[in-house]
């Protein structure tokens, strides 16, 4: 099925742990980006890319780092985990002409302790 | 600055009752908007889109949504509610390539 995968669904750091959250979409889709969803928040942005070797920072980028080496993958990464950076994340993708909107992943839920 | 507010944080609405929920925006130009849901524990579905032309747009699920330049708003209805309605509504601005959220309503629908 076409469409937007994160995985893991969950995970569980400690303060201080690196992981990778990894995103990916079969759609062709030149733009990707990070999500993280917070209660009362919204979502907010933290990485985008307009395609392959081309990213961007957000509203809320500080902790994470991103690269976009091909056009399906967009893995958002968290160097030195907090416990503020407990949240739901979500990554989304569209064409460029987001014509079709901004198609979105089942999310990420990461518990740092 | 672009931004989107949804001032209702919660709305509780009788099955089978409409149900209309605001969203205000500010940006300088007509804006690319959207209305997404969320059902608990899930990613988020688009529920309509409003890029130009006819500014009464027809969405899945029987969502309408009218986008109203003198107001900078574009509120979402239904005209009769489904238990299953029961989630939580973001609306959404496009500048650029950046999606921006407003905080988004939870809904309860009542038997």
């Known amino acids: 099925n076409a469409g937007v995968t994160q995985t893991p669904k969950f995970q569980v750091l400690k303060t201080g742990q690196s992981m990778t959250l990894q995103c990916a979409q079969d759609m062709n889709h030149e733009y990707m980006s990070w999500y993280r969803q917070d209660p009362g928040m919204g979502l907010r942005l933290i990485h985008y890319s307009v395609g392959a070797g081309i990213t961007d920072q957000g509203e809320v980028p500080n902790g994470y780092n991103v690269s976009r080496s091909t056009t399906e993958d967009f893995p958002l990464r968290l160097l030195s985990a907090a416990p503020s950076q407990t949240s739901v994340y979500f990554c989304a993708s569209s064409y460029r002409d987001r014509g079709d909107g901004y198609t979105f992943g089942s999310g990420t839920r990461l518990t740092v302790v | 600055a672009q931004s989107v507010t949804q001032p209702d944080i919660h709305i509780t609405v009788s099955e089978g009752a409409s149900l209309e929920l605001r969203c205000n925006y500010s940006y300088g130009a007509t804006p690319y908007l959207f209305w997404y849901v969320q059902s608990p524990g899930q990613g988020l579905q688009l529920l309509l889109k409003?890029?130009?032309?006819?500014?009464l747009v027809q969405g899945i699920k029987g969502f309408e949504a009218e986008f109203k330049r003198s107001q900078s708003s574009f509120n979402l209805r239904k005209p009769s509610v489904h238990w299953s309605d029961a989630a939580e509504y973001f609306c959404a601005v496009v500048r650029g390539y950046k999606l921006s959220f407003g905080a988004g309503t939870t809904v309860t629908v009542r038997a």
């Open positions: 409003y890029f130009s032309g006819d500014t």
